[in-house]
């Protein structure tokens, strides 16, 4: 079966960065674009950032602001998210996800994802 674990995540404040890392087994990592995506407390989920399979393309949500870089290592199976200046705005349960296909389609933002982790918990403290 396949398994999208996160990790990470914690207790930082306005400014600091955390490093997110998302290990995946149960196919072949290379195959798919993956994604972050995050969710605040009573707000919908959203997507953050897209990488395509080979990791020669990134895309970052406008709120990202280059403060923030995917990456991903194909032999260990692992994406990351390096997130700097972080703001109190970017508090929320972060997802990662893996895409349907090798690419991040056109409105990758929108692509709802055919696997899910469970969440690391992102907290920024002003």
């Known amino acids: 079966s396949v398994q999208v674990v996160e990790s990470g995540g914690g207790l930082v404040q306005a400014g600091g960065s955390l490093k997110l890392s998302c290990l995946v087994s149960?196919?072949?990592?290379?195959?798919?674009?993956m994604a972050w995506f995050r969710q605040a407390p009573g707000k919908e989920r959203e997507a953050v950032s897209c990488?395509?399979?080979?990791?020669?393309?990134?895309y970052y949500r406008p709120f990202v602001m280059a403060r923030w870089k995917i990456s991903r290592d194909n032999a260990r199976n692992t994406l990351y998210l390096q997130m700097d200046k972080l703001k109190t705005e970017d508090t929320a349960m972060y997802y990662c996800a893996v895409e349907p296909g090798p690419f991040c389609s056109d409105s990758w933002w929108t692509d709802e994802p055919i696997y899910w982790g469970q969440g690391t918990q992102v907290t920024v403290a002003s």
């Open positions: 990488i395509r399979w080979s990791s020669g393309a990134t």
């Open positions: 149960g196919l072949r990592f290379n195959d798919y674009a």
